[in-house]
């Protein structure tokens, strides 16, 4: 078992940074791959960003390429994503997932095991 606890979320203008951070807890080996996910009112869970284990190979959703970073911590257990240039479309619940196995260039959440409870991030314009 794993257990995911999102922080770092909020409320920012336009143009404004946020850094959010995943601590896992539980079983190493069920969070090889670790992912940031977001759900805005109305609309489907989104893959944004995924990381390896190394934290070499990472993947990132081409609505956020080029603002967000995703990165892992030394321990390896804490996942951030740090998300530069906010835009009010990038409001949404921002969810943290981890998976045992598989890719980073794998964007299913169906493929994901393990999730966060969720943080809010709210850009206004």
């Known amino acids: 078992q794993v257990q995911l606890v999102e922080s770092g979320g909020g409320l920012v203008q336009a143009g404004d940074s946020l850094r959010l951070s995943c601590e896992a807890s539980?079983?190493?080996?069920?969070?090889?791959?670790m992912g940031w996910f977001r759900q805005a009112p109305g609309k489907e869970r989104e893959f944004v960003a995924g990381?390896?284990?190394?934290?070499?190979?990472?993947n990132y959703a081409n609505s956020v390429k080029g603002r967000f970073t995703i990165s892992r911590g030394n321990a390896k257990n804490t996942v951030y994503l740090q998300m530069n240039s906010l835009q009010p479309e990038d409001t949404a619940v921002y969810y943290c997932?981890?998976?045992?196995?598989?890719?980073?260039?794998?964007?299913?959440?169906?493929?994901?095991?393990?999730w966060g409870q969720g943080t809010q991030v709210t850009v206004s314009s």
């Open positions: 997932a981890s998976r045992r196995a598989g890719s980073v260039w794998s964007t299913n959440l169906n493929e994901y095991d393990y």
């Open positions: 539980g079983r190493m080996l069920d969070i090889y791959i």
């Open positions: 990381i390896n284990w190394s934290g070499r190979d990472t």
